[in-house]
């Protein structure tokens, strides 16, 4: 997949609980955000999971929405996402919506 010269790519990041398999395999838990600069869409996602489809859920959760939206993204995903990375997923969200913060001033 291709993406237009206007999209940004951040990676978030945060640590899960120890006994969580995403933990065992990769020492803490990514999310990697695509987002289009000029309306701050989210137009692609993935996580660092141990199924796929936990990924791909997670991309259902996060495409369209803003990324500068934190409430209504991390609403969402405490009422749809009951894994073990709950609280890691919300928590990642917010570093990458701080990452994308500080790449947006530096583009100025």
């Given at each position: 997949?291709?993406?237009?010269?206007?999209?940004?790519?951040?990676?978030?990041?945060?640590?899960?609980?120890?006994?969580?398999?995403?933990?065992?395999?990769?020492?803490?838990?990514?999310?990697g955000?695509?987002?289009?600069?000029?309306?701050?869409?989210?137009l692609?996602?993935?996580?660092?999971?141990?199924?796929?489809?936990?990924?791909?859920?997670?991309?259902?959760?996060?495409?369209?929405?803003?990324?500068?939206?934190?409430?209504?993204v991390?609403?969402?995903?405490?009422?749809?996402?009951?894994g073990?990375?709950q609280?890691?997923?919300?928590?990642?969200?917010?570093?990458?919506?701080?990452?994308?913060?500080?790449?947006?001033?530096?583009?100025?």
């Amino acid at each position: 997949m291709s993406y237009a010269k206007s999209t940004l790519y951040v990676i978030g990041d945060a640590q899960a609980s120890v006994n969580n398999p995403i933990t065992q395999q990769y020492s803490a838990f990514f999310i990697g955000l695509v987002v289009d600069s000029t309306d701050h869409t989210i137009l692609d996602a993935a996580c660092s999971s141990t199924i796929a489809l936990t990924s791909d859920f997670v991309k259902s959760i996060f495409i369209g929405h803003s990324i500068l939206a934190l409430e209504p993204v991390a609403e969402e995903i405490r009422r749809r996402y009951h894994g073990s990375s709950q609280k890691a997923l919300i928590v990642a969200f917010k570093d990458a919506q701080k990452k994308y913060k500080t790449a947006l001033d530096l583009r100025d």
